[in-house]
Nanobody, 125 residues
Framework: QVQLVESGGGLVQAGGSLRLTCAIS????????VGWFRQAPGKEREFVAT??????????LYSDSVKGRFTISKDNDKRMLYLQMNSLKPEDTAVYLC????????????????WGQGTQVTVSS
């Protein structure tokens, strides 16, 4: 019903920047929120950022670990979701995934109905 495809990952040195893109297609009429999660090997999927997809206002939220460094944004007309990552740290290394949900807690990965395949972000020292 909804397809999400991430891109923009890569290898970057600590302190550098990357911009991730999530291309959204399919039936998005029921999507209310979209978000970014990350998952490192052997670790649980971690909430990164979220924003409202439908509706007005600014509904952006961030995890404490990325607040002030990452910025989530969207373009509904282009059906794109972005994550601008600045001042990257080695601990940011993970597979980054975008996801969409209609209802539930935006912090809970189990609430999301659709997921992309992920894009690898590696931050070297």
């Amino acid at each position: 019903q909804v397809q999400l495809v991430e891109s923009g990952g890569g290898l970057v040195q600590a302190g550098g920047s990357l911009r991730l893109t999530c291309a959204i297609s399919g039936r998005t009429s029921s999507m209310n929120y979209v978000g970014w999660f990350r998952q490192a090997p052997g670790k649980e999927r971690e909430f990164v950022a979220t924003t409202n997809w439908r509706g007005g206002g600014d509904g952006r939220l961030y995890s404490d670990s990325v607040k002030g460094r990452f910025t989530i944004s969207k373009d509904n007309d282009k059906r794109m979701l972005y994550l601008q990552m600045n001042s990257l740290k080695p601990e940011d290394t993970a597979v980054y995934l975008c996801a969409a949900l209609s209802a539930g807690s935006v912090f809970n990965p189990q609430a999301y109905s659709y997921w992309g395949q992920g894009t690898q972000v590696t931050v070297s020292s």
